[in-house]
């Protein structure tokens, strides 16, 4: 039975918008793009939702968001679209080239359709969200709302590479993965076949990982292959990158704790709320890249992490495409899910107030007991502190790198038991005497860390957790970073300043925080051969042994910052 005030929804049709041919004679022919649209049953007209991606439309992203139909029974005609070379479309797939043209066309088309009532809205996640910002690049008039969900805005930094680290897992896995579905379109069956096996289990024991052969012989043309060759945010990234410095669109940006593109969220909503005059909502839950449920990796977040955002995104777009503004909806611009209290909490702008310190110390054993390094307050800190720095050492041996294990690049991803990994030797662990009070951390954790290494380039992995009072040791936020060895200038320890995957926790009284710091976080990040070289420019028998000194006290005070949030 039709819930009341709902429509009805027909059988989806096919229909297909044809590109003009390029200007020049030479450059081919029209260019279609295939979209399946979906009708509410009803008289009048309707706004249009859009979505448009690279993974077969009948898909639609269902593995976070409800079917279309669902969207189309209040009142939207609803359209999917096979971008450019992808399901049925034709053309060529030039990862992120057509999507701002394409994006335009497909928007004022859809203003066209029959029953429209000329205003489109667009949603979807990952590329579908990215497809947004390339269409809103080209500010098409029947655009008035989108709703972008876990992008990475800036390519270079929000995708392809983490503070000069390489997320070799994601990545690869996405370029083997569209490289399969090229193969399929070809209908090559030996190069789908292998590519479909080396996405499901990826080549990791390859010469060089990063290039494996299954890539270089089935997939020579792959983004993945531009992308190792660029390892710095030169013109060839500045291209890719939408350019969103004229619009002011309403946008509903959507994240996850421990999904990895969120610092690529946290840009483009802070650019949108600088610039621009235009209604801007932030909500982040608990989720990976997917599902958006309650269970994400080791841990139950309870019925609150259950996905709100269909419902929210209908509510958004009745705002904005239909004038129906809701009294229901939310009171702050910014909701944020909080880990450990397990609740969505209003904030009127993203935290911006100071962080405290809180700095490491041990007598030189933090990688070898736990109960050695210690994590501590100023006051604490200034107390205990012997007068002489100490040092901490990590010998990090590439035939046995330190494994990853969730955070929001590891797949899967989310919150897990890190403790075996905590115990191995080469991590050090600093850690907080049991909380007399609860803790509360809303925003960016920055890592101030002094070390110097014998290699001319090394990775810092630094993960954040909470102690539970039974020993779990659950992951809260991480972050890594490449560091080229400035020693020969400046012989000493260098300091290193990372910031962390934003997160927003609470953590229980008895409860204590611990920060791990390891130079290896495989295959999560791309192992750091040691020689300066960059991932796929080095195979691995040429990886070196490297000791890196982590070093701390007055005069080297490492230290990391925390967002604590008063209660």
Not at 22 to 38: N, R, T
Not at 196 to 207: I, N, T
Not at 284 to 303: E, M, N, Q, T
Not at 436 to 447: M, S
Request: charged content about 15%; proline content about 9%.
């Amino acid at each position: 039975m039709l819930t009341p005030g709902l429509y009805a929804v027909a059988p989806p049709q096919t229909l297909t918008l044809v590109l003009p041919p390029p200007a020049s004679p030479s450059a081919g022919e029209a260019i279609h793009l295939d979209a399946d649209v979906y009708y509410p049953t009803g008289e009048g007209s309707f706004p249009v939702l859009l979505m448009r991606q690279p993974y077969g439309r009948a898909i639609a992203s269902t593995v976070v968001y409800a079917h279309p139909s669902w969207y189309a029974s209040h009142g939207y005609i609803v359209v999917i679209q096979d971008v450019r070379g992808r399901g049925t479309s034709g053309g060529e797939f030039d990862l992120f080239r057509h999507e701002a043209d394409d994006g335009y066309a497909t928007v004022q088309w859809a203003a066209n359709l029959p029953q429209s009532n000329g205003k489109v809205g667009m949603y979807g996640f990952s590329y579908q969200g990215m497809t947004q910002l390339y269409a809103a690049a080209k500010q098409p008039s029947a655009l008035r709302a989108i709703a972008p969900a876990m992008v990475g805005y800036d390519l270079y930094a929000d995708w392809a590479y983490e503070n000069g680290a390489l997320p070799l897992q994601i990545g690869l896995g996405w370029a083997l993965q569209l490289a399969a579905e090229t193969a399929r379109l070809n209908q090559d069956a030996v190069a789908y076949q292998a590519l479909r096996q080396a996405a499901h289990a990826l080549p990791l024991g390859d010469a060089d990982p990063a290039r494996p052969r299954v890539l270089q012989t089935y997939a020579p043309g792959s983004f993945f292959h531009q992308w190792l060759d660029r390892p710095q945010p030169d013109r060839y990234w500045q291209a890719l990158r939408p350019d969103l410095a004229e619009v002011n669109l309403p946008m509903l940006h959507i994240g996850g704790w421990y999904d990895p593109y969120l610092r690529g969220n946290l840009r483009l909503y802070q650019q949108m709320v600088s610039q621009g005059s235009t209604p801007q909502e932030l909500w982040i839950g608990p989720w990976g890249h997917l599902p958006w449920s309650r269970r994400v990796g080791a841990v139950d977040f309870g019925p609150e992490a259950d996905s709100p955002i269909d419902r929210l995104q209908i509510r958004w777009f009745d705002q904005f495409l239909k004038d129906s503004f809701s009294e229901t909806g939310a009171k702050s611009p910014i909701q944020l899910f909080v880990m450990g209290v397990n609740q969505w909490q209003g904030r009127d702008r993203w935290p911006t107030h100071p962080c405290q310190s809180f700095y490491l110390s041990s007598s030189g054993l933090a990688g070898m007991r736990s109960d050695d390094g210690v994590l501590s307050p100023p006051l604490f800190q200034l107390q205990k502190q012997p007068a002489s720095p100490t040092e901490d050492v990590i010998v990090h041996d590439p035939w046995r790198p330190v494994p990853s294990l969730g955070g929001h690049c590891g797949l899967p991803s989310g919150p897990f038991d890190r403790g075996a990994i905590d115990s191995r030797s080469d991590v050090l662990t600093y850690t907080t005497a049991p909380l007399t009070e609860g803790l509360t951390l809303v925003g960016t954790a920055i890592a101030v860390l002094y070390c110097q290494a014998d290699a001319p380039s090394f990775d810092l992995s630094v993960v954040l957790s909470e102690v539970h009072s039974d020993g779990r040791v659950i992951n809260l936020t991480q972050g890594q970073c490449r560091v080229d060895n400035a020693e020969a200038a400046n012989p000493g320890p260098q300091k290193v300043t990372l910031p962390l995957q934003p997160t927003a926790c609470t953590l229980a009284p008895g409860h204590r925080l611990r920060l791990s710091v390891a130079a290896s976080c495989f295959p999560a990040y791309a192992v750091n051969s040691g020689t300066g070289a960059r991932p796929g420019n080095c195979a691995q028998i040429d990886h070196q042994i490297v000791t890196v000194t982590l070093a701390h006290g007055p005069v080297y005070p490492s230290c990391v910052k925390l967002p604590l949030e008063a209660e």
